[in-house]
Structures are given as structure tokens and as C-alpha cells.
């Protein structure tokens, strides 16, 4: 291995799994909805972020628009 590198000699590219990429996030769920994917997860050998992901990927593709229904509290 060389102790230094010419960069300006590379060829560069466009990375082509950049538009591809995933981001973090911290969300909070019901237990019981992450029990849920953890359960199916198991039934799949699929990680259950991924299945969460696919989940709402198909929501999104479908337009679906969530009902949201606030609790009382109080």
C-alpha cells in the first residue's frame, strides 16, 4: 500500500445508490404496533424496520390518508 495517493489522477462518479439512500429518524409507536412488526418479522426472516418501511412505502403509493382520532385526556 503507497504511503500517499494522487486524488486529482482518480476518475470520479456520481454515486448511484444516493438517491437510493435511507434516513434515520426517531419516531414513537404503540407497543403493541411494534410487537406487531416484530412478530410478522419473524414469520418473514425480514427485519421488522424493513417491514415497517415497506408498509408505508405501499401507503404512500396507494395515497392512503391516514384517519387520525385524538384521545381525550382529562
Known sequence: MRREYDLKK???RPNP???KLKRSITIRLDVDVV???KKLSEQAGTPYQS???DFLKSCKEQQFTPKTIW???G
Open 10 to 12: 482518480m476518475n470520479l
Open 17 to 19: 445508490y444516493a438517491g
Open 35 to 37: 410487537e406487531y412488526f
Open 51 to 53: 417491514l415497517i418501511n
Open 71 to 73: 384521545k381525550k385526556t
